[in-house]
């Protein structure tokens, strides 16, 4: 089968390999789409844990295809069956995982990240994951592109989670790539009176409004002042930062309002991940800052739903798409931030 191996720091080579072997508790998954993540170009531009020239890994943690074949031990699902697969396993043991918080496990596993995944034609879905849940069959109006751009939504759901966003709430979303703008799309179908996007992107911020004219774009030297006026002084009740910059985590905590809602959403680089903070902000104003990361299994299927029954549109997420013998000229328009969201296809 053709493989996008990652042998390191930009050293991504399309290969033939040989096809996945599964064993009686095993499903193997013929991929049809495989979206490209900021995870998998902070894998690419700078490599990752047990990547080397040795030991090449696959990519790709947000898929959709179809099952091959199913290990003879394995009820749930038939060969043939269209589904969309959580990356995340946990070893079921843990407080985590019997929580289910598998994503949270400190022995997880996740597909494209510290095994194979989906840059691929074919990928092996393993025991813990047929178990846990992971796979999860789609409606047939559910094309594979959407079903491959769940797994973001369904991060992004985790992150909305924490801060419980409220009828009539105004949120403000710093970072307008697709994780602020379904950060948008998920406030808007909670209620929130006014959805802020503020981006160093000119462009960016464009797109989201020809997206949604629900949205209102700030530049950043405005934005300040236009959340004072518009809120009489008080802030916004809720801050979201969708983008991997410290000083954006410093500033939300001025511009959300008393009793307000932060989420650190984007992760921050190895050497930039101490901020500086004015904590007596969080003390005197009683803000609440919260953190996620990935989700869990039961966030996937909902948010599996909510694009099944077409309460958020992900379809207008995706930019651009690339069959599989492409994916180096994918990665450079990813890497470059062109467009939204760059999705691989595989096979017909």
Do not use: W
């Not at 840059?119 to 393993?126: L, R």
């Not at 047939?140 to 592109?145: A, G, N, Q, R």
């Not at 801050?239 to 989420?263: D, S």
């Amino acid at each position: 089968m053709l493989a996008a191996m990652l042998y390191g720091p930009k050293d991504l080579r399309l290969e033939e390999i040989a096809d996945p072997v599964i064993n009686e508790n095993e499903v193997l998954l013929e991929v049809k789409r495989a979206a490209i993540c900021g995870t998998d170009i902070r894998m690419y531009n700078n490599g990752y844990k047990g990547i080397s020239s040795t030991t090449p890994r696959i990519l790709g943690h947000e898929l959709a295809g179809v099952i091959k074949e199913v290990g003879k031990n394995v009820t749930k699902y038939q060969t043939g069956m269209r589904v969309t697969v959580a990356p995340n396993m946990g070893c079921g043991l843990c407080r985590q995982c019997i929580s289910g918080n598998t994503h949270l496990c400190n022995d997880y596993q996740a597909l494209g990240i510290n095994i194979n995944g989906g840059f691929t034609e074919y990928v092996k879905i393993p025991e813990s994951a047929v178990r846990q849940g992971n796979i999860s069959p789609l409606a047939d109006h559910v094309t594979f592109e959407e079903a491959a751009i769940v797994e973001p939504l369904a991060c992004v759901y985790n992150g909305f989670l924490k801060v419980d966003i409220k009828p009539g709430d105004h949120v403000l979303i710093i970072g307008a790539g697709p994780i602020g703008l379904m950060h948008a799309k998920l406030a808007k179908m909670a209620g929130a009176s006014k959805v802020i996007m503020n981006d160093i992107s000119e462009e960016r911020m464009a797109m989201c409004r020809q997206i949604d004219d629900f949205i209102t774009t700030v530049r950043t030297e405005d934005m300040k002042s236009y959340i004072h006026d518009i809120t009489d002084g008080e802030g916004v009740e809720v801050v979201i930062t969708a983008c991997p910059v410290p000083q954006v985590q410093a500033n939300a905590l001025e511009l959300v309002a008393i009793n307000g809602r932060v989420n650190f959403f984007g992760g921050l680089a190895k050497d930039k991940e101490i901020v500086p903070i004015n904590t007596n902000l969080i003390h005197y104003k009683q803000i609440i800052v919260t953190g996620s990361t990935r989700s869990s299994i039961l966030q996937y299927r909902q948010a599996l739903d909510f694009v099944k029954h077409g309460l958020i549109d992900v379809k207008s997420l995706i930019s651009a798409s690339f069959p599989l013998n492409q994916i180096d000229a994918a990665f450079d328009n990813a890497t470059k931030g062109i467009g939204l969201k760059n999705v691989i296809t595989v096979g017909s």
